[in-house]
C-alpha cells in the first residue's frame, strides 16, 4: 500500500473508531497531545502521525495498530513468539519451509551449512 493510500486508510479508520466511540476531533486531540487541527490532517489523509502518536491513537481509540495500519493475520505475526506469516512467500519458499518443517534437527542443521557456504561463495560473473 502506498503511503498516500495508508495515510487514507489510517484515516478512515480512526474516524469510523472515534464516531463509534462518540468522540469529537478534540477530544482525541486533546488525548493524544496533539492540536485538533493536526489530528483533523490525520482522519483527512493528509498526514500521517509519528509512531509514538499512532501508539496513543491506537490506545485512544482503542484499536490494534494493525487495524490502523490495515495489517492482516497474513501480513504480520502475532507475537515474536509466533511463526512469521508464510503468505508474503513465494510459492517455491512456502513449498521449502513446508518441507523442511517434516525434517529432522540434524538434517536442516546440514541444510543450514550448505546454504552459509552457498551465501559466501563469489558470484557468478
Do not use: C, F
Not at 495508508?6 to 484515516?11: A, F
Not at 490494534?64 to 506469516?85: C, I, K, N, W
Amino acid at each position: 500500500m502506498e503511503t498516500g493510500q495508508l495515510s487514507k486508510s489510517l484515516g478512515d479508520v480512526a474516524r469510523a473508531a472515534r464516531e463509534r466511540l462518540g468522540l469529537t476531533q478534540a477530544q482525541v486531540a486533546r488525548q493524544l497531545g496533539i492540536a485538533p487541527n493536526v489530528y483533523g490532517r490525520i482522519e483527512r489523509g493528509h498526514m500521517m502521525p509519528a509512531v509514538p502518536t499512532l501508539r496513543r491513537l491506537a490506545l485512544v481509540l482503542g484499536l490494534s495498530a494493525d487495524v490502523l495500519l490495515a495489517l492482516g493475520r497474513a501480513d504480520v505475526a502475532p507475537s515474536l513468539e509466533a511463526p512469521p506469516p508464510e503468505d508474503n512467500l513465494s510459492p517455491e519458499l512456502r513449498q521449502t519451509v513446508r518441507m523442511l518443517r517434516g525434517w529432522s534437527p540434524a538434517r536442516v542443521k546440514w541444510l543450514n551449512r550448505i546454504l552459509r557456504a552457498i551465501e559466501n561463495a563469489p558470484e557468478d560473473e
